[in-house]
Nanobody
Framework: QVQLVESGGGSVQSGGSLRLSCAAP????????TAWFRQAPGAEREGVAA???????AYSDSVKGRFTISQASDKNILFLEMNNLKLADTAMYFC?????????????????????WGQGTQVTVSS
């Protein structure tokens, strides 16, 4: 079974930073791709960042240059370092994992391409 448990969310002022963590004890990072998604109230779930077993990363344009996805492979933990947070970053953040690698180019950050999900952690950015 793949279990994903997010933590690290909270409230922060605009311009501040947070680091999210996702514990993934059943996920071998050498055989799974992992990612972060977010969903604001009334909005669709959107991809934020993904990392492949090779270390290759992908980011949405809205967070590029501000967010960094990384892994602590020896501890099966996925991170999302978020800097210069904006009001628009307010959302529930989810980590995801999948061990299928036949993904249509350009669709890696589409939610339908991810099989396993955590329960989410809330991030609220205020002015």
């Amino acid at each position: 079974q793949v279990q994903l448990v997010e933590s690290g969310g909270g409230s922060v002022q605009s311009g501040g930073s947070l680091r999210l963590s996702c514990a993934a004890p059943g996920v071998g990072f050498n055989t799974y791709r992992t990612a972060w998604f977010r969903q604001a109230p009334g909005a669709e779930r959107e991809g934020v960042a993904a990392i492949m077993p090779t270390g290759l990363t992908a980011y949405s344009d809205s967070v590029k240059g501000r967010f960094t996805i990384s892994q602590a492979s020896d501890k099966n933990i996925l991170f999302l370092e978020m800097n210069n947070l904006k009001l628009a970053d307010t959302a529930m953040y989810f980590c995801a994992a999948d061990n299928r690698f036949h993904v249509v180019p350009g669709t890696l950050l589409n939610p339908e391409n991810w099989r396993y999900w955590g329960q989410g952690t809330q991030v609220t950015v205020s002015s």
